[in-house]
């Protein structure tokens, strides 16, 4: 897997259990700290490129949410507002005051938590190809995916819908993500989204906050991000050019240099 030696040279494996869930977390860097929030089925390694290029200039904390990869998978049902806490949580146990977060797709929502309940710990926020809201239907729909096919193939069909331009292995790296998933889990992580719904609240959200989308996002249009621009005071609008949702992969040299002229501005 692409950028493996890296990882393992660098960056520091450890878990924390946090609101009785273990959460694994890896951590690299030093200066400003940025949280890599990982979106729906994916987990930590979604980070890849962000962590080599970030890692250089700040501190760089990835981890996974409870019910994937190597955190704690529990068997009663939890939220997208139970993830803001697992988050705030975290930060709390890393001694992380003042932190920049990048959110995608659920975990855009997870961010958008923590920036509305706990303002005072969040010092920027980027929230790449997500929405303010989820409806009960479109999830009922992913549900019925585990009836269809197995966990295989469903990541196929994630890594479709998210990599446009990008090669094999890219697409390698999605399905391994979410072929690690039990049907159980996979069911429970995606019911975890249902009727989460913050777009009244996110209108008093005062941190500047950078919002991407690629451009051929077929999971978050560009319309939702659109949506998400005009609720967010201070916010900023990038689109990814012939990119699918998984910006973070499909495109990472124009994500991280997106980001990074962000902070670098604001």
Not at 28 to 53: M, P, T
Not at 190 to 196: H, K
Request: aromatic share 8%.
């Amino acid at each position: 897997m692409f950028g493996v030696q890296y990882i393992f040279l660098v960056f520091f494996l450890s878990a924390v259990e946090v609101n009785g869930v273990s959460i694994s977390y890896e951590q690299a860097g030093s200066g400003e700290a940025i949280v890599f929030v990982h979106g729906l089925w994916v987990d930590k390694r979604c980070w890849i490129h962000q962590k080599k290029h970030f890692s250089k200039n700040f501190k760089v904390v990835v981890y996974d949410l409870r019910g994937h990869g190597e955190s704690g998978k529990p068997s009663k049902q939890y939220s997208v507002w139970t993830h803001g806490e697992d988050l705030y949580a975290l930060t709390k146990h890393l001694g992380l005051k003042k932190v920049n977060i990048v959110g995608h797709s659920m975990g855009g929502m997870v961010a958008c938590v923590l920036a509305v309940r706990h303002p005072e710990v969040v010092k920027r926020l980027v929230l790449a190809d997500t929405m303010c809201n989820v409806i009960p239907e479109a999830v009922a729909e992913r549900v019925t995916w585990v009836k269809k096919m197995s966990m295989e193939e469903i990541g196929r069909l994630i890594a479709k819908r998210g990599i446009k331009l990008v090669g094999e292995e890219a697409i390698r790296l999605v399905v391994e993500m979410v072929k690690g998933q039990t049907p159980e889990v996979y069911v429970r992580n995606a019911l975890a989204t249902s009727g989460f719904n913050i777009c009244k609240e996110i209108r008093k959200i005062d941190k500047p906050t950078l919002i991407i989308v690629g451009e051929k996002d077929e999971a978050t249009p560009a319309w939702m991000a659109e949506t998400l621009h005009g609720l967010i005071p201070d916010s900023q609008l990038y689109a990814i050019k012939e990119a699918g949702h998984l910006t973070c992969l499909d495109n990472p040299k124009e994500f991280n240099k997106a980001i990074t002229d962000f902070l670098s501005k604001t």
